[in-house]
């Protein structure tokens, strides 16, 4: 299935009003990208961390953290510049947990491009630092800000293949992908972004928002290996 079709399956199920097929092969608008932010910051962020697909951290890790999250959600955004790299510092780098990213789109058009474009850098095993990138220059929620020549653009500085990334992105494998995530957030009853599930052998949590670490060191507490 290729994005056009995508799209149209989007544009009827969350009924956009904005004629969405093909959107995402034509980019959001016609400006150039410019002086992408958060580079460097993203880079710093995830070094020396093992990183698979949709997932970072140590694959054996007892815990899983998925987030569900949206490229164009402002509380996403918030997220990814606090409750993020608190996780990473205090259970992803020591191999307590994994954290796993599933993009959805719940806002607009840009929501779709950036969970297509970000399934696309986890087949380079990237998406995390893809992700990181797109919030550091996320645009208002109430416009189509995200454009192909953009993720292009953030492709290139974080040093991934860009042709590779392109080809991925119009790919079957990224849409196939794009409705996996939507079905686990049905499954998993997500209705906002963002949305954290924390795994263990004990069971699951849930926390909707952003939280902050003590709900997620109940969490852990609760659902991590007996002590």
Known sequence: MNKRIIMGVIA???????V???VSLLGGDDDSPDG???VEEAKALFAGIPQSGNTLGEPDAPIEIVEYGDTSCPACKSASESTVPELI????????AKLSFRPIAFIN??????????????MQDAMWPFVEVLYANQGPETEDWLSDELMEEVVSKLGLDVEQWRTD????????????????????????????????????????GAGNLSDFEDAIAEVGPPS
């Open 89 to 96: 510092d205090e259970f992803v780098r020591d191999g307590t």
């Open 36 to 38: 992408v932010q958060g």
């Open 109 to 122: 058009a840009s929501s779709e491009r950036g969970a297509l474009g970000a399934e696309a850098a986890a």
């Open 12 to 18: 009827a199920a969350v009924a956009v009003v904005a």
């Open 20 to 22: 969405l097929v093909g």
């Open 169 to 208: 992105y119009a790919g079957e494998a990224v849409a196939s992908a794009f409705f996996e995530r939507r079905d686990s957030a049905t499954t998993d009853k997500v209705n906002a972004t963002p949305t954290f599930v924390v795994t263990g052998p004990r069971g699951s949590r849930t926390i909707t």
